[in-house]
């Protein structure tokens, strides 16, 4: 398979999911639908792909601490999204790496967005 490099932007200016949220099961529970078939809709135009490494990129604008493994709940409604949508066939390590990070965003945008970048391996 040749080289693919495909980027979700994601409309989100803070973290739906996070780890220090303590929200009731039934809230967290639509969250997590609502984003994995947000992410199955934004790659039904990848190629499929026997492997692929996936980063989640938190693009912020202030420089207040935040923990990247707060969006690990996130990540996995994303990366069950791209399974959804027959990117990968499954999304145990064997078939995709997961990583979040924590930047800061560039000046020329005007809020903190995400992204989610797939690259086959």
């Known amino acids: 398979m040749t080289d ?3 980027i979700i932007r ?8 996070s780890l220090n949220a303590r929200m009731h099961w039934s809230q967290k529970a639509r969250h ?10 934004e790659a039904k135009h990848f190629p499929q792909m026997g492997a692929c490494d996936v980063t989640l990129t938190w693009f ?13 709940l996130l990540l996995k409604a994303l990366c069950d999204g791209l399974v959804d949508a027959g990117i990968v066939p499954d999304d145990t390590s064997r078939e995709m790496g997961k990583q979040c ?3 800061r965003a ?4 005007p ?11």
């Open 60 to 72: 912020v604008k202030t420089n207040h601490r935040r923990d990247e493994d707060n969006l690990y």
């Open 10 to 17: 994601i409309p989100l200016t803070t973290n739906p999911l």
């Open 101 to 103: 990070r924590i930047e």
């Open 32 to 41: 997590t639908k609502k984003w994995r078939a947000f992410a199955a809709q």
């Open 106 to 109: 560039p000046t020329h945008e």
């Open 111 to 121: 809020i903190a967005y995400m992204e989610l970048k797939v690259e086959n391996r």
């Open 4 to 6: 693919f490099l495909g």
